[in-house]
């Protein structure tokens, strides 16, 4: 019986970049779960009941801790913010464009966990190949 957990969630407190203005506080949330092990879901909440929710590689998230990367709609770098080190997101969609500061130690502790559930290179392991097939090739019933 594994005692590993079968997901990870983090709540973080972000910082979204207004230009020209002082940057605000987003809360948000960090979800990795082994049933889809390429991937991070990341929900914001911006304001009463509205989420924003985003899926992203879990390797650009780690990736971009140390270095840039990524092109188009999702782009992570590291750098720093106020004396203390951070990791940029930077995410672009047809309604708009943002720029947040995630916290280094925060974003790092979270991904540590992800890989005590699922390492590198175990992430196919994970994934029912079969029923990913069977998802894409699934004709539906107006066919």
Request: hydrophobic content about 40%; aromatic content about 6%; some cysteine.
């Given at each position: 019986?594994s005692?590993r957990?079968d997901?990870?969630?983090a709540e973080l407190?972000?910082?979204?970049?207004?230009?020209?203005?002082?940057?605000l506080p987003?809360v948000a949330?960090l979800?990795y779960d082994?049933?889809d092990?390429?991937?991070?879901?990341?929900a914001f909440?911006?304001g009463g009941?509205?989420?924003?929710?985003?899926?992203f590689?879990?390797a650009l998230?780690t990736?971009?801790?140390?270095?840039?990367?990524?092109e188009?709609?999702?782009?992570?770098?590291p750098?720093?913010?106020?004396?203390?080190?951070?990791?940029?997101?930077?995410l672009?969609?047809p309604?708009?464009r943002a720029?947040?500061e995630?916290?280094?130690t925060?974003?790092?502790e979270?991904l540590?966990?992800?890989?005590?559930?699922v390492?590198?290179g175990?992430?196919s392991d994970?994934?029912?190949?079969e029923a990913?097939?069977?998802l894409l090739?699934?004709?539906?019933?107006?066919?």
């Open positions: 019986m005692t957990p997901s990870v969630t407190e972000l910082r979204l970049v207004v230009p020209g203005s002082a940057s987003v949330a979800t082994h049933g092990p390429y991937a991070i879901r990341v909440h911006t009941s509205d989420v924003v929710e985003w899926t590689a879990r998230l990736d971009g801790v140390t270095h840039p990367v990524g188009g709609d999702v782009q992570v770098w750098s720093h913010a106020g004396g203390r080190p951070v990791v940029c997101l930077s672009s969609s309604s708009g720029l947040f995630v916290p280094l925060d974003l790092v979270f540590t966990r992800t890989y005590a559930v390492p590198t175990a992430e994970h994934v029912d190949v990913e097939l069977a090739l699934w004709s539906g019933p107006d066919s």
